[in-house]
């Protein structure tokens, strides 16, 4: 009889990604600039060993970019968290909290002017827009870096 194993001979070779559930905070369009800010807040703490890594409440921020051919917002690459007073830099995907498809699926109707959304379209190929509280989640996909956030002094 032949066996033949599927299991890996080494931990290290298994990727594991880290799941952060958030939600936006605002209201996110393309109808600005080119470069999009995505901000939004953790809605479940992480978790590991019984220790909480990341709380719920804590603040995202990235970069992203409408692709004109899904209608999505996307972004890939460096990501903040903002835990306590500590910020990690991180290397996350954003994806739709639903299915886990890449990026936020966009809409084409918002509160903003008729003509911000037409100069969107030239700009971009497509005008998109989520409503605030839109759930997400970020994947990490890479390294992560702590760095400690000292508050401003007095200007006297």
């Not at 992203?64 to 917002?73: A, E, L, Q, T």
Request: glycine share 12%.
């Amino acid at each position: 009889m032949l066996s033949i194993s599927c299991y890996g001979q080494y931990k290290t070779e298994a990727s594991q990604h880290l799941l952060i559930h958030c939600r936006t905070q605002g209201g996110v369009s393309n109808a600005g600039e080119n470069r999009i800010l995505l901000k939004g807040v953790v809605t479940e703490d992480v978790v590991s060993g019984g220790k909480i890594l990341i709380a719920a409440g804590s603040r995202v921020a990235g970069i992203g970019r409408v692709d004109p051919d899904s209608g999505r917002f996307e972004s890939k690459g460096n990501w903040s968290i903002i835990v306590e007073n500590h910020e990690l830099r991180v290397e996350a995907e954003l994806q739709d909290a639903d299915g886990g498809f890449h990026g936020i699926a966009g809409k084409e109707t918002s509160f903003e002017s008729e003509l911000s959304q037409r100069q969107a379209v030239v700009r971009d190929g497509r005008y998109c827009f989520v409503v605030d509280k839109t759930p997400f989640v970020l994947s990490l996909t890479g390294k992560v870096d702590i760095a400690e956030v000292k508050a401003l002094g007095s200007l006297q």
